[in-house]
């Protein structure tokens, strides 16, 4: 069966800090990943996807940047995080065609 | 461009009874896919129930059933039997193709409380 992993769960950095979040997919080959941000009580905002390994097509302009480094590692990045990056992030993962999204646990993001 | 809209922010209902979350949707597709997800404390996103858009008939997956409307794009989830368990953030989400990839829209999701 498949299984999706991010890390980690909670994070707490600093303004002007990096970001490096990590989201990896077990047992499927070539899955199409993806990237979202959830703010406190709203819904889900796709940030970025990736088909296929070094190919990334970004969804909105923002302070942050995704690398897809091999088949089932998806990375979600920022060089000097602002406060505004605050939130919950969740990496999903889908077969081709008409297959649902499936998601990791997400990470909390809290910048002070 | 898609929208969902979840109109109704939060829910309560009484263990056992039977709730139904409305969403509508706003697209110029005609394939299409629909999901409900499901968030509950732990926050992680659950797949409840898909439907294909060329499909006249609702999906069902036990207690957890739809009203599909095309025509009125009107997309609505029935919990029979309602549990303490179900208590959660519920999520209607629309599919898109575009450049390879899916790509849902959410609406804004609807807080369900179920008491004992």
């Known amino acids: 069966s498949q299984t999706i992993h991010q890390w980690p769960a909670t994070l707490v950095q600093p303004v002007g800090s990096p970001l490096s979040l990590e989201c990896t997919v077990e047992?499927?080959?070539?899955?199409?990943l993806y990237w979202y941000r959830q703010a406190a009580g709203r819904g889900l905002q796709l940030l970025f996807y990736?088909?296929?390994?070094?190919?990334i097509s970004s969804e909105v302009p923002q302070n942050l940047s995704a690398s897809r480094p091999q088949d089932r590692q998806f990375i979600l990045s920022s060089k000097k995080l602002l406060l505004s990056d605050s939130g919950f992030y969740l990496c999903?993962?889908?077969?081709?065609?008409?297959?649902?999204?499936?998601f990791g646990d997400g990470t909390r993001l809290s910048i002070l | 461009a898609q929208t969902v809209t979840q109109s109704q922010p939060e829910m309560s209902v009484q263990e056992a009874e039977t709730v139904t979350l409305s969403c509508t949707y706003d697209?110029?597709?005609?394939?299409?896919?629909l999901f409900w997800y499901k968030q509950p404390p732990s926050r992680q996103m659950i797949l409840v129930i898909r439907?294909?858009?060329?499909?006249?008939q609702n999906a069902t997956e036990n207690r957890f059933s739809v009203n599909f409307q095309k025509a009125a794009k009107s997309f609505s989830l029935k919990i029979s039997d309602s549990q303490l368990g179900d208590t959660a953030m519920y999520f209607c989400?629309?599919?898109?193709?575009?450049?390879?990839?899916?790509?849902?829209?959410f609406g804004q999701g609807t807080r369900l409380t179920i008491n004992p």
């Open positions: 999903a993962w889908s077969r081709d065609g008409n297959q649902p999204q499936h």
């Open positions: 047992g499927t080959s070539n899955p199409n």
């Open positions: 990736s088909v296929g390994i070094g190919q």
């Open positions: 697209t110029s597709e005609n394939n299409y896919y």
């Open positions: 439907q294909e858009a060329y499909k006249q």
């Open positions: 989400a629309f599919m898109k193709h575009d450049g390879g990839a899916q790509k849902l829209v």
